[in-house]
Structure formats: C-alpha cells, structure tokens
Nanobody, 124 residues
Framework: QVHLVESGGGLVQPGGSLTLSCAAS????????MGWLRQAPGKEREFVAA????????YYGDSVEDRFTISRNDHASRSFLQMNNLKPEDTAVYYC?????????????????WGQGIQVTVSS
C-alpha cells in the first residue's frame, strides 16, 4: 500500500523558514519524480516544485523561485521542501506527490500518488 506522509508544517512568521518532509513507502521511490503542490482556501491548486527521479533537474513555480528548494534522499525514501523568506501568500495546505511524468506533477493532473497534505501558515 502506497503512503506519502508530510511533516514539518506549522505556523511561522513572515520572513521565516520551514522545511517540509515527505516520507514515502509502498512503491519504488527511486523510479519516481517527486513534487510539491499547494492549495490555499478559495484558490486553485498551485505547482510549487518538482525534482526528477535522478535528482538531476529541479522545477519551481514562479512565486517560489529563489526562495524554495526541493531535494530528495533516495536511501531514506524522502523528499524535502526547504522554504525560506516565507510570505503570508505562501499560506496553504502543501501536498507531496509522486509520478513518473514531470508534466503530471507540474499540472497536478493525473498524479499517481498524493500525500494527505499539511498546513503551512505564515502570519505575524
């Protein structure tokens, strides 16, 4: 049974940092691209970041470029999202995702596996 479990979310002040972690099980982690998407209340789901199965390429949404960094540890079957200089508009539920097509992760459509989501709130 496939599981993607996010951790590391919470409340942080503007300008602060958080690192999200996604623990994967039930599938061959090294065969999958990993991604993060988010959804704020009343808004559409938004692509945040993705990393290829080799770790050789990274992709970022325009709103997080230069502030967020995605990484992966295949030995631990984990993906990470380091978020710096957080802004109130980063407040959302963040979802870990896995797929064998980068295009699916970037669009959020037809994604093979999803986590349950974790809340990130940026507020003073």
């Amino acid at each position: 049974q496939v599981h993607l479990v996010e951790s590391g979310g919470g409340l942080v002040q503007p300008g602060g940092s958080l690192t999200l972690s996604c623990a994967a099980s039930g599938f061959t982690f090294g065969d999958y691209h990993m991604g993060w998407l988010r959804q704020a209340p009343g808004k559409e789901r938004e692509f945040v970041a993705a990393i290829t199965w080799t770790g050789g390429f990274e992709y970022y949404g325009d709103s997080v470029e230069d502030r967020f960094t995605i990484s992966r540890n295949d030995h631990a079957s984990r993906s990470f999202l380091q978020m710096n200089n957080l802004k109130p508009e980063d407040t959302a539920v963040y979802y870990c995702a896995a797929d064998q097509q980068i295009s699916a992760l970037r669009s959020g459509e037809g994604v093979d596996y999803w986590g349950q989501g974790i809340q990130v709130t940026v507020s003073s």
